[in-house]
């Protein structure tokens, strides 16, 4: 679950061919590693060649026919298509003569130097091996390319973002992503009119970008007769009487917002199975790609908490935040997701002051805690010396805690959210097949698993492993963490706010997924195998509403009785 700017970038193909932003996104490494930098290339290569064959197979078509197919559904946008075509000039050739000699990905991508063997090291690879043996089909298609002029071109060592034609694009993203707020955001407060690149999509739009005084969620200035102080799309007298709407609406009604600190699960990772899948693949499957480059791969937009957007899964339940906008429409726009790819206990200092609150001017905040893996989760061959022990958990929550008491409006509410018991991962998909491998039924997660794992990009070596026992001992580390946050919650207090806990109910999930009808590996992100996908995340929020509901109204506020004559006079509020 982790990696911010080098793992979106690293690794060269992926983003020049689209694909390869999953590649390096779902790799989670270590920003300065070079092993892992060439893990992200290699496992870059190997889906991109993949996915040039299999289109070639549905198509009925030459291989150089099928990269062209691939290029010509790319957008121009971020010069994704101009960046397909110049390396198909650059590498296609021998792709060309390696797969029309019957080498699959691996020894392609292998033979071409974007993933490399290093002495001592095991061999890693997607696909089964070569019948003859690796070491004679490698030679012979070493062969097929030694007069090559594309072995000349660095593999690993360079940075795509050297283009000229990309370096501005590659800069905005590093920077939204280095420092978690808006890149786009002419008056500093944090708010954007822009969608991505950190803008509306991760926290409420701004009502204007040229006054610091004006953004979500703050109290209403001199209740907003003039203007729109809170971009709640309230403001104004109502003509009858002279009284301001957002004195007749909203004062008692105890607005707040929504606030996540989370992890690429909160931050909805997400990667449409199309972009891999050749025989469902279009002109507009890759239409989302520049959106979602720009967003790290995320779609904050459709998280369970803090979505403003219906699901596309066709799925009833709401995010939180629309929740507490229909309670009260007071609270539109509020909602904050502070998450980023790779969050845990120990980096969220990193990027926890990107939060916005101001203790004097904003409404309260429920602000939901929910680092659920990266504090098990990591790429390593041996994963255990790396995860987070329950006496450093407590100490990073306890200065997350401090902070927020410094920074969050009295009256305001934290949850801590448990870790889940990810040993569901490996039990109902590991002998399924994934979607790379659904057309000639020959790539598995066990094998996607194992590749990324032997590679050291796996986003979970402790639960995406074929090794029992490691699961086993990875599980029991979550439990003793969440634990550990139980604790916090049920013996610390701190004064701007009240601490709660709760455990993540993903077994309740899997049990109300069955009663629908449906099964357990359809909660799980398709492409990646690791991430719970939007059903997931809505079910997760529903069950999260319901116990909160039940156990701590307090935290939600009251209903608003003023909801409708709000939809009368300002209709949707500006939208968002």
Sequence with gaps: MNSPWKALLAARLLLLLSLHSWASAVSYIDQHSTSHSNGHTCVGCVLVVSVVEQLAQVHNSTIQASMERLCSYLPKKLFLKTTCYLMVHKFGSDIIKLLEAGMNADVVCHTLEFCKQNTGQPLCHLYLLPRESWKFTLEKARQIVKKSSTMQYPRSGSNICSLPFLAKICQKIKLSITNSVPYKDMDSDKYSVFPTLRGYHWRGRDCNDSDKTVYPGRRPDNWDIHRDSNCNGIWGKDPKDEIPYEKKFCEGSQPRGIILLGDSAGAHFHIPPEWLAASQMSLNSFFSLPMAITNELDWPQRSGVTGFLDATSRIEEKSIYLRLRRRNHCNHRDYQNISRNGASSHNLEEFIKSLSRNQLL???????????????????????????????????????????????????????????????????????????????????????????????????????????????????????????????????????????????????????????????????????????????????????????????????????????????????????
């Design 362 to 576: 904003d409404h309260p905040a429920i602000v939901i805690y929910a680092m659920i893996g990266n504090d098990v989760c990591n790429g390593q061959t041996d994963p255990v010396p790396k995860m987070t022990t329950p006496e450093k958990l407590y100490s990073n929550v306890m200065q997350t805690l401090k902070y927020l008491n410094s920074h969050l409006p009295n009256g305001s509410h934290v949850i801590l959210y448990g870790l889940p018991d990810g040993t569901f991962l490996w039990d109902n998909l590991h002998n399924r097949y994934h979607p790379l491998g659904q057309l000639n039924k020959d790539v598995t997660y066990a094998q996607l698993y194992s590749f990324l794992g032997c590679l050291q990009v796996s986003p979970c070596s402790g639960w995406l492993t074929s090794n029992k026992t490691l699961r086993t001992l990875t599980s029991e580390r979550a439990e003793q963490l969440s634990k550990t946050l139980k604790k916090i919650a049920t013996s610390e207090k701190f004064t701007n706010f009240n601490l709660f806990y709760m455990d993540f109910a993903f077994q309740e999930i899997i049990e109300e997924w069955r009663r629908r009808g449906g099964q357990p590996w359809q909660l799980i992100e398709p492409v990646d195998g690791f991430h719970p996908n939007e059903v997931a995340s809505f079910l997760l929020a529903e069950n999260l509403w319901k116990k909160v509901q039940l156990q701590w109204p307090q935290v939600l506020g009251k209903e608003n009785p003023f909801n409708s004559q709000i939809e009368q006079v300002f209709g949707d509020q500006g939208g968002h």
